[in-house]
Each structure stands twice: as C-alpha cells, then as structure tokens.
C-alpha cells in the first residue's frame, strides 16, 4: 500500500444479527482526493464511515486510515480525522464556544493554537453570531455546523463526513462546498450525500454502493459513460394554431411519429413525452457509440415534418445513480417475508429501525392486537 493511500478498505464486512449491512467492500482513497460517497438509504454509508473511524468494528476484512488499522491502533486513526457523523452528538447544554474548547482539548490543543484554529473554522462554518449561544437553543443546520466546526477543529489530514450539508440552507450549502474544494486541495476528503449535484460540483470520483456492495467507482466520467446509453428528445409540430403550418403536406400524426422514429436504427427504446397539442414529442434511448441525430434530422426532413427539437442527452450522474440503485428501492417497495434478526451487540447508538421488515411489523401487529384485547 503505497503511503498516499490514507483511506484503505479491504473487504470490509459488518453484519447484524443476520443481516449483512456490508458486503466485502474494498477501496481506497489517495491523498488530495475528495471522494463522493453516494448510495440509497440503507446502502451501509454510515456504517462504512462508523468502521473507519473506529466507532463499530467490521465483522469481516480490515481498514487502514492514514496507514493505521481501526482495529489495532484507533487512537492513532482519531487522531487522523475529523469525523462528522450523520447525526452529530452534541453537549447541548454547553455554548458553542464552550464545545469547540471542549473537542480542542480532547484534541491536547493548545490555548493559542486554539485561539487560531477556532477562528478559522467559525468563519468556515459562519458560527460567528451564535458562538456565546447553548447549543440546545440552536436550529437543525447550525448545530449541523457546530459538529461540522468540531471536525474541522484540529486541522485533520482526513475527513469523514457523513452528510454534512444536509441540513444547512441554500447559502451556507454553497460555502461550504467552495470551502471543502479548497481544503480538498491538501485533505483527503470522503464525502456522503443524497445530493448527487453538490458530488459534481465538488467530487472528482465517486463511490457508489448499493445494498452493501460497491456497484460504482471512479471519475465521475467514467461512471457518467457506466450505462452506456444516451437518450435523444424529438419533438415535430402537431399543429400550427391559426398560423399556416409550414411542413409538407398535414401535420403528422402521433402514430405516424411513433412508428416512424421505432424503426430508425439503432432505437432501444421509445416513449412519448406529455405536451400541448401543439406538438408530438419523443424521447428515445439508444446505445452511446451510435449517434443518432443525423438519422432523426434526416426522418424529419424526409417527411416534411416541422422539427421543433432534437436533443441528446448524455446520461446525468442521476441517471446512473437510479439505474445502479434502483434494486434497493424495488426491495424497500415490496412486502417480503424477512428472517427475524438479533439486535448488534456492539452498537451503541441503536439506530437500527429499517432493516428489519418483517419483525418489525410482526411486532407492530402484536401491540396491535394487544392494544385491541384490552
Ligand atoms: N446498529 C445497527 N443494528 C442493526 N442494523 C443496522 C445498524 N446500523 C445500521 N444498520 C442497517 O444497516 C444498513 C445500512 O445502514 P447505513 O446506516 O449504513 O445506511 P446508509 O447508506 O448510511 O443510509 P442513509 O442514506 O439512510 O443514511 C441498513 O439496513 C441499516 O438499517
Ligand atoms: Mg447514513
């Protein structure tokens, strides 16, 4: 393992109970690189970044964080990163102020080094009017900046930030993001998020997992090129309104459109798309290395139909994300019988609704009928 690789997974394994949250994931993560970690709910995101900041141990495989093991030297891991997690744990009753110091020493930072660090990240995370406030007096996104602020706090080579901007608004979302290209530039950042637009503009790589298992990983490119698929949108005048049509002949019929565009070569897929009557629109799909706008001008042409559109598409990392993804949610729509499962031992903050379909209906039906009986 080369010494830039600061984030190294090695098929990484975590079961609960019976129900296996990670499946032999392996990656790693270089310095400098600032890695989107994308995937459905209940992927196992967080769970990754729980092993790798030594807060849950793998059941299988091992991980190395700036060369050390999360098993056999996690002070030596901690002190490598700032961890933000998906619901930062915060001392409500202590200041803003009070909590940075607090996370400071436990970091054995001293007064002056703190004075500094403490003014840069309340600027970053633009905590400068709050920071004499108790953080249970504090909303939703400023708390989120305050466990944002404690990550940052010791200048960590690493971090792991576990939905960080999920919370904040519009504004401090985009500074934040400007922040994290910026520190990026000497940080190794592993980033998870639902919002695929912030891993574009942030992100050069991303990591993809699905139901345990990484499905994607690489140059947002690459995984944009993944489906191979490219989709075009035609749209030809139906009508012109009281104006002359200027086609030859009537206008088209939608069928006459739709059966004429299936037979163009190279056509997967087709579909009509809602508009007014003004028009018949299409969107087809095709495979990449074919382009097919010369053929669909030269239909149009051919016809004497009036062309209001042609455009393609590539396809958007979005589209990538539902096609790799789309098995999860299909799951998560269907009602299937579910072996029952033992609670994780080793898990401490209990956040283990979800997983559980079936014993947790079954359960509900019991209190159900209890709740009836009396
Ligand atoms: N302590 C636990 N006990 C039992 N199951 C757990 C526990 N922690 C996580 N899980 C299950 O492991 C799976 C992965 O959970 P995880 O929190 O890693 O998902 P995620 O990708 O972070 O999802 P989200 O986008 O919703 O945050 C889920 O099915 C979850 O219910
Ligand atoms: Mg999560």
Not at 147 to 157: E, R, Y
Not at 221 to 230: L, Q, T, Y
């Amino acid at each position: 393992m080369s010494n830039d690789v600061m984030i190294y997974a090695n098929d990484l394994s975590k079961t609960f109970g019976a129900f296996r949250a990670l499946d032999k994931i392996n990656f790693e993560v270089k310095r400098g690189e600032i890695v989107g970690f994308l995937g459905p709910n209940g992927a196992g995101k967080s769970t990754t970044m729980r092993i790798l900041t030594c807060f849950i141990s793998p059941t299988g495989g091992f991980a190395r964080v700036n060369g050390h093991d999360v098993f056999d030297a996690p002070l030596k891991v901690r002190e490598s990163l700032g961890y933000l997690p998906q619901r930062a744990p915060l001392y409500l009753e202590m200041s803003v102020l009070e909590y940075l110091r607090f996370a400071a020493d436990l970091r054995h930072i001293d007064d002056s080094t703190f004075r500094k660090r403490a003014k840069n990240v309340v600027e970053v995370c633009g905590l400068a009017q709050v920071l004499g406030k108790e953080i249970r007096h504090l909303s939703h996104g400023y708390r989120q900046r305050v466990g944002l602020a404690q990550a940052l706090i010791h200048d960590p080579p690493i971090l792991i930030l576990d939905e960080p901007t999920s919370d904040l608004d519009p504004n401090e979302k985009a500074e934040f993001l400007d922040y994290l290209k910026q520190i990026g530039e000497e940080r190794t950042v592993l980033l998870s998020t639902h919002n695929l637009a912030e891993v574009e503009t942030s992100c050069a790589r991303a990591i993809i997992v699905s139901s345990g298992r990484i499905v994607a990983d690489g140059p947002l490119d690459e995984i944009r090129a993944k489906s191979g698929r490219v989709r075009y949108v035609i749209s030809v005048q139906e009508s012109a309104g009281s104006r002359p049509y200027r086609g030859r002949g009537a206008p088209p019929k939608k069928g006459e459109v739709e059966d004429a565009l299936g037979k163009v070569e190279g056509v997967k897929k087709l579909g009509e798309l809602p508009t007014d009557e003004s028009a018949h629109t299409f969107e087809l799909v095709s495979e990449q290395e074919h382009d097919l706008r010369p053929d669909l001008f030269q239909l149009a042409a051919d016809k004497g139909w009036v062309l209001l559109e042609l455009r393609r598409d590539t396809q958007t990392l979005e589209d990538v994300f539902r096609n790799l993804t789309i098995g999860d949610e299909r799951r998560n729509r269907q009602l299937s019988p579910v072996a029952p499962e033992d609670e994780d031992e080793d898990d401490e903050d209990d956040d283990d609704e979800g997983e559980a379909v079936g014993s947790a209906s079954s359960d509900a039906e019991e209190k159900v009928a209890k709740a009836d009986r009396s």
